[in-house]
């Protein structure tokens, strides 16, 4: 069980309270980042000498959960899920079976934060529910001691129903009828797959894998609260279309690793990865600026519809590591890992024009929020990653102090604009001094975020400035239980998540531009905590 209220920003942010004016919380809070989940699990396992079956069934209630960076609040969700495991090892090698079920049902509307009454409309509810059923099957054969195969297949069937009922006692854009928003929404997904290891020589072994799958999708015919142009149009041309989409897709995996000597190894690898759109890139149907808006999951403010059309994501992905370190690896090592990424028809969006979007407005605005269609595009994205650690003290009286480190950079342009692709992180990296002495582990951490200044101008992405943030963390570890505690932005120091998207925590959240845009979601300021773990 776990439970939060809404946490405080450091005092340089000012809580602009949406162009209502309504700045009713305290300058530094952060509205709508309060939660509460409950999570459940009982788990059954029989195992005899080679064979082991596992059952779990699981529930998840969660009252209420903000999001500072979406239009609505999460005000009920429901999970219940189950499961069952069988491992078997034979004389030809190892089988493994999964099976599992889960039923989600969740309710959205405006939380305390976000509720106002605004010409005439209470409330705005959003309902979902969704089933899914799946299941793998992998058999792992040893041919000899240089080849291992993996072969197997996995199946997933997902139902989606979205709804929007009408808001009661009013007239006019929410009544008198059930807004659908995802009617019977079908998305299957079959695969079979095969995977070699082998094994050339003690220096040298590659992995090869293919997969094979068809995802086949589906939804029913939609109409909006009520037979208004603002909806009628966008459903109309959404029920004239035929909405079944099949997609045959390919993904190839190879690595090759190369290891030397001792402390020096090298990986190679080159995959083709597809991804389908999900039903929400497909078939939100309504451009209309409310509705659009509340179709976002991308956290950016804006209105997103789906397009029916949309073709399979694929990306060729190509990194090579090194890895360097001394022959113990125990006083330092050094890992470097460049990569590109080149994606055909990524899912990127685009500015609509029609006069249910804002028209030519929409197209041209700058400061705004906008609304925007699912489009396939090209792109690509890459960048490299250091890591290393290198000890620099070690003695009876002070234990073994390390140097840890980690460097991030990612570059993502959309080859067909020529535009930044959205939500990118700059460049960042975290250095940390370690010192460990018996059962104490404790560690400085020092946080770099450079600012975020490449830009989607299709979004209106805004810019974040950079930042750095301190961190001390401690553990005292014994053999059945461990303290953990610290303080997390040690200097408390205002800062804005580059990842964070738009915060829109509070205000007149139904309407597109009815807060303030522009203004980040704020970090948390100084945070203590503490924690005990007791395991028997």
């Known amino acids: 069980m776990a439970k939060a209220g809404n946490y405080k920003a450091a005092k340089e942010f000012k809580n602009p309270g949406g162009s209502s004016g309504r700045g009713w919380l305290d300058g530094d809070t952060v509205g709508s980042s309060s939660y509460e989940t409950q999570n459940h699990e009982l788990a059954v396992a029989m195992r005899g000498d080679r064979h082991l079956w596992e059952i779990k069934a699981g529930a998840q209630h969660s009252p209420y959960e903000g999001f500072a960076n979406q239009r609505m609040d999460m005000t009920g969700n429901d999970s219940y899920q189950a499961s069952t495991h069988y491992a078997a090892e034979y004389d030809w090698g190892m089988l493994d079976a999964r099976l599992y079920a889960q039923y989600v049902r969740h309710s959205m509307q405006f939380g305390d934060d976000k509720q106002y009454t605004y010409g005439g409309y ?23 001691a240089s080849n291992t195969w993996k072969v197997g297949g996995e199946f997933q069937r997902y139902r989606l ?32 797959f095969g995977e070699l ?7 040298l072994d590659g992995l090869f894998g293919l997969r094979l799958g068809v995802v086949d999708m589906n939804s029913d015919k939609v109409a909006g609260y009520n037979t208004m142009p603002a909806y009628a149009t966008d459903a109309a041309a959404f029920n004239a279309r035929d909405r079944h989409q099949t997609d045959y897709n390919v993904d190839l995996s190879m690595q090759l690793n190369f290891q030397p000597e001792a402390g020096k190894r090298y990986e190679l690898a080159y995959a083709r990865k597809t991804r389908s759109p999900n039903l929400y890139e497909r078939y939100s149907w309504s451009s209309m600026g409310m509705a659009a808006v509340m179709n976002n999951y991308a956290g950016d403010g804006n209105g997103y519809f789906g397009n029916v059309s949309l073709k399979p994501e694929v990306a060729h992905n190509l990194s090579l590591a090194s890895v360097w370190n001394d022959a113990a690896n125990e006083r330092w090592s050094i890992k470097f890992t460049p990569y590109y990424s080149y994606v ?3 899912i990127d969006a685009e500015r609509c024009g029609t006069a249910l979007c804002g028209g030519s407005t929409n197209l041209t605005v700058t400061d705004r929020y906008v609304t925007l269609r699912y489009v396939n595009q090209n792109a690509e994205l890459y960048g490299a990653d250091l890591d290393g650690k290198v000890a620099l003290w070690k003695n009876p009286a002070l234990g073994q102090i390390r140097l840890t480190g980690k460097v991030s950079y990612t570059r993502g342009r959309n080859l067909t604009t020529g535009d930044n692709l959205y939500n990118i992180m700059p460049l960042n990296g975290t250095f940390g001094l370690q010192q460990e002495q018996g059962a104490w582990r404790n560690t400085l951490e020092w946080q770099l975020v450079a600012a975020k200044h490449k830009l989607s101008r299709e979004r209106n992405e805004f810019a974040t400035p950079g930042y750095g943030l301190l961190n001390l963390r401690s553990r005292y570890q014994q053999k059945n239980y461990s303290i953990d505690f610290g303080v997390e932005n040690l200097l408390n120091h205002h800062y804005t998540d580059p990842l964070g998207g738009a915060y829109t ?23 203590f905590y503490a924690g005990m773990t007791y395991s028997f």
């Open 505 to 527: 925590g509070q205000g007149r959240t139904m309407s597109k531009n009815g807060i303030a845009w522009g203004v980040g979601v704020p970090g948390p300021a100084r945070s």
């Open 197 to 203: 290891a082998h094994r050339w020589s003690d220096t």
């Open 344 to 346: 055909e028809n990524y």
């Open 161 to 192: 129903d979205d709804w929007w009922p009408a808001v009661g006692m009013v007239t006019g854009m929410m009544s008198p009828d059930t807004f659908q928003n995802i009617n019977n929404g079908k998305r299957d997904r079959l695969e079979a």
């Open 122 to 144: 209470a409330g705005m509810p959003m309902e979902t529910a969704s089933h899914t059923q799946g299941g793998t099957l992998t058999a792992t054969l040893a041919a000899d």
